[in-house]
Structure formats: structure tokens, C-alpha cells
């Protein structure tokens, strides 16, 4: 799906021109994500199905909705780029099924990988960093 990728590209080059970078650590990213998605929780807080339903078809509700959800789409891609998470990737093995229906990827094994993934994308470039010159041949320049 390039969607995804053309998509991360905008919203990274946006952020980029605002010098936003410094501030997107993958904690403040997934910080950022739980805001979004109880801002729009607090949309809908205390309404009835029925009254989420008309609110949805009017204008103002969703145009209201459409904002919460973009800016719910901007965290999760933002956390992807800067944890190599593939969107498309991680959604289809999440939706793979076995000859049974079942997935073969269950929240909790989807949950382990994405762990393994930023444990990976955070110690990668400190244990780089602290253990690649010990790594050269002796007598290579560093």
C-alpha cells in the first residue's frame, strides 16, 4: 500500500519544516496517540448511539469526528516511521488467517513484535554506538 508510505513522507516533511522532529520520541509519539483517541472519546462522551448517529450525519459532527481521526492517523504513521513499522505490513499479517479462521497473529503476538520492533529501533543505535568500534578489525580506522 503506498498510500501509507506517500502519506508518512507528507506528514514527516510537514513536521520536518517545523522543526517538530526533536519532540517525537517514540514515547511522546504513543503519548500523543492516547490523547487523540480520548479527544475522540470526549467527542462522543455521554451521547446515545442515537445521538452519535445524528451528530455523525451533521456537519459540524463530522467535520469534528474527520479532525480527531486525522490527527489519530498522523500519531500512528509518525509512530510507525520512526519505529520501521510497515502499516500495511503489520495490518495484513494482523488480518492472515489459518485454514481454521483463525489469525495467525493474535493481539498478543502482534503486541510482542511491536515491543521486540521498538526495543530494536531505541538500543539499536545506543548499542551501535557503544559497541561498533570494538566490532573493527584492529588497525582499522574509526
Known amino acids: 500500500m503506498n498510500e501509507f508510505r506517500e502519506l508518512t513522507r507528507s506528514i514527516a516533511a510537514f513536521r520536518d519544516r517545523r522543526n517538530w522532529k526533536q519532540f517525537h520520541s517514540l514515547r511522546n509519539l504513543a503519548a500523543g496517540l492516547s490523547i487523540e483517541a480520548a ?3 470526549e467527542v ?3 451521547k446515545s448511539d442515537a445521538e452519535v448517529d445524528s451528530y455523525l450525519r451533521s456537519a459540524v459532527g ?3 469526528l ?3 481521526v486525522a490527527d489519530i492517523l498522523v500519531f500512528v504513521l ?3 516511521h520512526e519505529a520501521a513499522i510497515n502499516p500495511a505490513a503489520a495490518l495484513a499479517a494482523y488480518e492472515t488467517l489459518n485454514g481454521a ?3 495467525l497473529v493474535d493481539g498478543r503476538l502482534l503486541n510482542v513484535v511491536l515491543v521486540l520492533m521498538l526495543t530494536t529501533a531505541i538500543l539499536g543505535p545506543v548499542l551501535t554506538e557503544r559497541f561498533a568500534l570494538r566490532m573493527l578489525p584492529k588497525g582499522t580506522p574509526a
Open 101 to 103: 479462521g483463525q489469525r
Open 44 to 46: 462522543l462522551l455521554w
Open 62 to 64: 463530522r467535520g469534528r
Open 66 to 68: 474527520t479532525e480527531e
Open 78 to 80: 509518525l509512530f510507525c
Open 39 to 41: 479527544e475522540l472519546q
